[in-house]
Structures are given as C-alpha cells and as structure tokens.
C-alpha cells in the first residue's frame, strides 16, 4: 500500500494538479502516486514562500476594519463545499498535546461530492504569523490556496458521498507534534475537504475554513498584557412616570414586562451576571436606572397595557407584574458578583443619557448640563445604594464608543475626567509598527482609555453558533498572543469594549476567550482603574477627530435635536406643576428619572419605542396639569352694572394644591371691571368658587379669559385658558338716572337764570352781573326726591359716596335730611345685580 497522498491545493491557486490520480480507500487517502505526490508538495512548498513574500497587508500595521474571523470559502462549482470549525478542544497548543477539531461539511453545489474526505492541513512554512497584519492576511482568504499548508497524511475524515444541500459531520484529532510548529507562537489551522464531483472528476480542493491556533511551549519570561474588560449591564427603560397606590403603598408602573424574562435563569442579564461572576478583574458597566427597576420589581407592581401610555395608571389599564421573584435573585446574584475581590463597578449616568446626541444636537439647550450632572450624582448614588459597593462615576461612556471634540467637550462638562472610546476614532499612525497601550490623554484635564478595535470587533454581533463563538475566541487568542509578543518586555495596557447590549451567548465566548489568554499567561485582567492609571504611550494617537469626523452610520441614530428639546421641555414644565403641589416628592422623583430616561442611548437601537416613550412621559405631565382646571362654562348673564362674578376651579389631584391665582381678563375694560381675586388653596379632589366683584358701564356681551397663574417670585401661566361671555342685559337705571338728572339740572339752571334776568329787567330795567349769586327759592317744576325721578340739586349736594346702600351718615354742615333713593347706591346708581355660580 502506498503513503497517504497529501496535497496543498495548488488548483486554487491556479497551478496543475497532482499528476496522478489518488486510488484507494477514501477513508485512508492511501494508493499508488507517492513520487508525484510528493513532487506537488515540494513544489507547493517552494510557492508558498514566494507568495509569502508578498502579504496582503503591510507587516507590522494594524489592519483597516479590524480583524474578523476568517472568511468563508466563495461557494462555485470549482469550491462547492462549506467548510465550518465548530470547536477546537485545545484553544492553546502545547508541546506533546492533542487537538481535536469538530465542524460540518455541507455541499453547497449542484452536483454530488465523490470520494471526498476531510483534513488538517499543516501550516506552509511551519512558522508562525508575527505580525497582526499577518492574522488580518489569513482572515482574508476565501477560497482554497497553496499558502493555507498542505495536508496532513493523517488524520483524514472520510465523506460520504453528498447530494446538493447534504451535510455531514466530522471530527480530527491531530497531534501537536504533527504540525511541525517551529516554535511559539500563533499559527494557521485549516481545515478543508478534497476529493472530486459527479460533473468535474478532478481531485482537487473543494472548499476550507480557516482559523488561529497559539502554540505555547512554555513562559519564555514576556510580561502579560493587561486586560481590562467591559462588563455592561444595561437596558431599555420600562418604569414610567406614573405611580399608584395600594393600601398606602406606592406601586411601581412598567411600560411592559421584558425583564420578568430577562430576569429569570436563561434570560440575558441574568446569563451575563452568572458568567461575569465567573472571571477575575472584571469591570461591571451598570445603568442605575436598571437597578432602581429591579428594586422596584421586587414588591408588587404593575404594567401598562398597550396605548395607555399618556393616561393614569389605574386597576383597568393595568395588568399585574410577573417578574417579582425573579428580580429578587437577580439583585441578590449581582451583589454577590460584584463584590468579589478584584472586581469594579462603573455607575453610568441615570439612565445613561445618549451624550453623543445631545452634544451634537442639544448641546446649548437651557437646563442640559443641570439634567446630566443630577443624572451622574443619582447614578452614583443609586448604585452604590443598590448594590453595596463603591463605584466609579466620572466615566463617559459615548454611543459604541465613537467620539469627537464635542462629546469630549460635553462629557467634561458633565464631570467626567475619563472617556472609553472606540479605536476608530482615534487610528494609530502608520509609522507605528506595534500596538500602543490603551491609556490616552486627549487633553483639558481628561483621558481617554481606546478599546482595541480589532479585538472588540469581534464581539460586536451576537455569537449564536458554535462556529461564530469559536472563531471569535480563536482570533481573540490570536490577537492578544501577538501583542503581548510584540515589545515583550514593555507590557501593554488593553481594553476589550463589547457593546452595550451584549447577548449571553456573546459573553460566553468572551469569558472563553479572555480564560484561555490568562490561563496561557499573556493576559492579566484588570479593572479599569489598574488601567487608567498606567503610563499613556507618547506615539499613540490623542488627537481627538472634530465633529465632521463622527461616522455617518452612528450620526443616522442620534436622537433628534426635536426629541431632546421636547424632553427637556418636560423638565421646565415639570417645574411649573412642582409650584402648586402640596406633596411634590410624588411627582418629582419619577417624572425627573423619566425625563432621563427619554434621553437614554438603548433608545438608538430602539427608536420608535423610545418615541413612544417620550410622548408617554409628556403626555403623563400634560394630563397631571390639567388636572387643575377652571371648568368650561359659556356665558354669564350679568343683569346689572355692580355685582359679583361666581368662577369654580376644579381639583381633580389626589393631593391638595395651592400657590395658585386666577385672573379674570375682560377684552373691553373699559365696559366691565373686574377686580382680582385672593390666592386659592384647593383641597384634593374638590372645586372651590372664587367671588370676583364687577362692574359693567354698558349693555352687551364682554369675553372674558379665565387663566390660572402661579404665585411668588416669576410668576407663570399654569394650564390652558378658559374664555367665557358675559352678557350684561340692563345697565340699571341709577346710572341712566345720573345722566339724566345731570341733565335736567343743567336745564333748570339755566331757566332759573333766565326768570331771574327776566324779573330784575322788568324791576330795574338793569342787566344783573355776572358773577352775582343765584337765588335759592325753589323750582316750582322740580318733582319730588322721592318720586323715584331725578334728585334735587340739594339732595344730590347731600348724599355721602361709598356707602352700601346711599343711606350713610350725613356731614355736620348739612342742615338737611335727604334720602338716597331706594336701590340705589350713594352716587345715584341702581344697586340690582346678578350673581351666578360658574357651573360645570
């Protein structure tokens, strides 16, 4: 029998095949041809060093795009199988060790698979890859080529023979020795299948998957790395504004019910606490308003239904909370993770409020550095409440990391002195032929810690399969390994930045990773404050990119500069119904959490929820206000000049308030006077009627706006006006009777002067002078004071203003007794009125 054919597929590369054809059992690859056999390995050999000699990317350089896990091979009638590497045993190679490789291969094309197996190849040169550009050159790769190594004699998988769309399985198990690795290092495992197809009879290559093994022979004295990883634990917001009561209890309300799940064995944060609790150096990211939620979950509480969000919560547009239970565990396991020894916690600002989009959209908004700086000291305080430990709360942490100087700029204004940013904002220059510690000082008193972005990059998605889990953590090891190998006596400060809504199948594969590099001892984890305080690399790149330098994609995101002055409206209005509240400290504390909540960075990946949310909450403040109201009412008949206007304001709070006016505006002073009325308390759930004295000058209708006003220092419209008319029918008839008598007064007047004239020319024959009195004898046409007509001029002389009823005392100088007229007042006005109650 002859030796096993081994082969380095040299038809992907374009080069002839093996000359002869392999025969023989394809279980075993044994047959006739070893010298040819041979001939094309030593040939592929001598190729690959020259293709070597060219790599896709400069040596040394950091790879644009950052690593990613080996590409899969481009499916085509030449390469129609998919190779996939499930899991790797051994992530790390040592000497006299064994890995044993499991996957698929699955036929891809439209012909069936012949005589095909599956093997390992050994890596070309048996040298190992030293560069990251080198690990960015195999990750590249698609189809077959001679630089993948050639086969190895054993072990070999056979294949059933594969219809179009058939898979099956394989597992090889090679021995560390066989790879012939040259020593430590990173190296190249491929897997692929050979053999032939119904319609192409060649034996050749049909398809490979690739990924990275270390090799560690033993400590050659490098330092470790220092690793520090994110741990984030965030969510979308769900307590809303509105509270309620149950036997003197206040009842938390949720906008749904997601975390009962989440919660629970299974769900995503509780998978992420039971494999964080697992790794030593952790840095835990924590949204505080997450907790306050899961505190609020332990004690009954309920759920808003469906459309409900603008509306009181109450018993029938509510639904009972689910998730009690499981929220008690949840807040007992993380306490119990959190506080292990070496372990950190990083409080985010409440609610972590998107930073990012408000400083590139709110930015000069009144009230916006007030709302993040109560934000970051409620986040301290809530989680350091919560959880019992200290925690770190002066660290920005921007939307996927991405920053630019004006979020620099608005997280220092916020208090925070260090930034976690993404690697792409702040590239290394190409000069730079190593990877710099992740420790940057970017200026105005602030640092920036800059996550790798190669290595983050692989746990950006959702890691669902094992294939995607094992190529993350194999490439992670590969990342880290060359790094730590680049200065080995010069160790490096490293960052691993996960997004913020990690999924558990995600962190598994990261602790996986992380695990495997401590247990090879080129990684140290630490928490972030170890490394913050390392030394920053003078050549790495602080130069922070300005704001036309903010990717596009994340731009697309940001929360709109419509939505964030819509919020933080919210806070000013909200300051308004504070005034007038007798018992504030219900309303303030949920409606200020909520307003950060509106601005929350989950709502990037969530945006029309977080619409929703934000109408909620305005919605919610708008219905509270109004709930102090004056009640509609259309027309008042004012059937008189004097009198009092009747006008109810309506309490429908379940608090009393007070600290409020209401002010009466005619559109025509001048024909109705209205004087203002004292400032009103109103008790919980009850009206109260104001009395407001008027006075009408004539007949018709006056609109008048009822509007409520704050009292105190800058006083503010509260709520929407009310307009009302006010229909004066009879102006009476004391006002028509001094026009009249004024009248008349002036007539006899002059009659008087003209009879005296009169009579003194026919006495004296003289013209009377001008300045000489009148007589004082009585006009024999004047009617009678009480007649109900027009007074006397005496009686007029004698009447005393300002009294109720125009029957006040009389002046000692006046020697007579004249009576006002009957239902009038003092100045000769009729006294009759109408009163009326301003109804609902």
């Known amino acids: 029998m002859g030796e096993p054919a081994r082969h380095s597929g040299l038809e992907a590369d374009g080069h002839p095949g093996r000359a002869a054809e392999r025969t023989g059992s394809a279980a075993d690859g044994r047959g006739p041809g070893r010298r040819a056999a041979r001939t094309v390995r030593r040939f592929a050999a001598a190729l690959g060093a020259v293709l070597a000699l060219v790599p896709a990317v400069p040596a040394g350089a950091q790879p644009a795009g950052g690593a990613r896990p080996a590409a899969e091979t481009a499916v085509s009638a030449e390469f129609p199988v998919v190779m996939t590497i499930e899991t790797v045993n051994k992530p790390v190679a040592v000497p006299n060790g064994t890995v044993t490789i499991t996957g698929h291969v699955t036929n891809a094309g439209k012909s069936v698979l012949k005589s095909a197996h599956a093997a390992v190849r050994k890596p070309w040169s048996g040298k190992p890859l030293t560069t990251r550009s080198d690990l960015a050159e195999v990750s590249s790769r698609g189809n077959p080529l001679g630089r993948d190594g050639v086969d190895l004699d054993s072990p070999q998988y056979a294949l059933n023979e594969l219809g179009p769309g058939q898979s099956q399985p394989y597992t090889l198990s090679v021995a560390v020795s066989d790879l012939q690795l040259s020593g430590e290092g990173v190296y190249e495992l491929a897997v692929d299948a050979w053999g032939s197809t119904a319609d192409n009879q060649r034996d050749r290559p049909l398809g490979i998957a690739r990924t990275f093994l270390p090799y560690d022979p033993g400590s050659t004295g490098a330092q470790p790395s220092k690793l520090t990883t994110l741990w984030p634990l965030v969510h979308a917001p769900v307590l809303a504004a509105q509270t309620m009561s149950d036997n003197d209890q206040t009842v938390s309300v949720l906008r749904d019910d997601s975390l009962a799940a989440e919660f629970a064995p299974g769900g995503r944060l509780y998978e992420l606490v039971e494999t964080g609790s697992a790794l030593p150096g952790l840095t835990w990211v924590v949204d505080p308003d997450l907790l306050d939620t899961a505190f609020a979950m332990t004690r009954p509480y309920r759920v808003q239904k469906p459309g409900t969000e603008k509306k009181a919560a109450k018993e029938d547009n509510t639904v009972a909370g ?50 993040l700086g109560k934000a970051a000291t409620a986040g301290r305080l809530t989680v350091e409440g919560r959880l019992s430990v200290d925690t770190r709360s002066d660290v920005a942490w921007p939307y996927q990391g991405y920053l630019d100087q004006q979020i620099a700029a608005m997280a220092q204004r916020t208090g925070s002195s260090l930034v976690l940013v993404n690697g792409a904002s702040l590239p290394e220059p190409d000069a730079l032929k190593y990877t710099p510690t992740a420790v940057r000082p970017i200026g105005n ?43 080995p006596q010069n160790p490096r400060g490293l960052l691993v930045m996960p997004p913020r809504d990690l999924t558990a199948d995600t962190a598994r594969a990261l602790a996986t990773a992380v695990q495997a590099a401590q247990a090879g001892k080129w990684v140290e984890p630490v928490k972030l404050d170890v490394l913050a305080q390392g030394p920053a690399d003078p050549k790495a790149n602080a130069a922070v990119p300005a704001a036309t330098d903010y990717p596009s994609q994340a731009r697309a995101s940001e929360l709109p500069s419509s939505a964030l002055t819509d919020t933080v409206k919210i806070q000013s209005d909200l300051d308004i119904l504070m005034r007038v509240l007798t018992l504030p400290q219900r309303v303030r504390g949920p409606f200020s959490a909520a307003m950060v909540r509106s601005m929350s960075t989950e709502w990037r990946a969530q945006a029309p929820q977080g619409s929703v949310y934000r109408d909620g909450v305005a919605g919610y403040l708008a219905e509270l206000t109004k709930a102090v109201y004056v009640p509609k009412k259309n027309v ?33 002073a001048n024909r109705l006077k209205i004087r203002p009325a004292e400032e009103l308390v109103l008790p919980a759930s009850q009206s109260v009627t104001l009395r407001f004295p ?22 503010q419209k509260y709520g929407e006006p009310q307009v009302f008319r006010v229909e004066v029918t009879s102006v009476t008839n004391g006002v028509l009777y001094v026009f009249a008598g004024g009248l008349v007064l002036l007539l006899l007047a002059a009659l008087r002067f003209f009879r005296q004239r009169k009579r003194r020319v026919g006495d004296d024959g003289d013209e009377p002078l001008g300045d000489e009195p009148l007589g004082d004898e009585p006009l024999d046409d004047a009617p009678a004071a009480g007649d109900g007509a027009a007074p006397t001029e005496e009686a007029a002389d004698r009447a005393e203003p300002g009294t109720a009823d125009g029957d006040g005392p009389q002046g000692p100088e006046r020697g007579g007794a004249a009576q006002t007229p009957r239902g009038s007042v003092a100045d000769g006005r009729d006294r009759a009125t109408s009163d009326e109650k301003v109804g609902p």
């Open 322 to 371: 689910t998730g009690s239970a499981a929220a008690s565990a949840w807040l007992e396991k993380l306490r119990a993770a959190v506080a292990k020894p070496g372990s950190q916690v990083v409080a985010l600002p409440y609610a972590d409020p998107d930073i990012a989009s408000i400083a590139h959209n709110a930015a000069e908004l009144p009230g916006v550095d007030a709302a």
């Open 445 to 487: 008193g602030q640092n920036a810690v800059v996550a790798d972005e190669a290595v983050s990059a692989l746990f950006e998605k959702d890691l669902k399969t094992p294939q995607e889990q094992t190529l993350a953590v194999q490439q992670f090891l590969a990342e880290t390994f060359v790094i730590s190998r680049q200065e």
């Open 636 to 668: 008042i008949t004012f059937a008189g000049d004097t009198g009092v206007l009747q006008v109810s304001v309506r309490n429908d709070l379940t608090q009393p308030v007070t600290n409020l006016k209401l002010v009466l505006l005619p559109s025509q």
């Open 694 to 715: 008027a006075e009408a000058q004539n007949n018709g209708p006056v609109s008048v706006t009822a509007q409520l006003w704050t009292t105190g220092p800058n006083p």
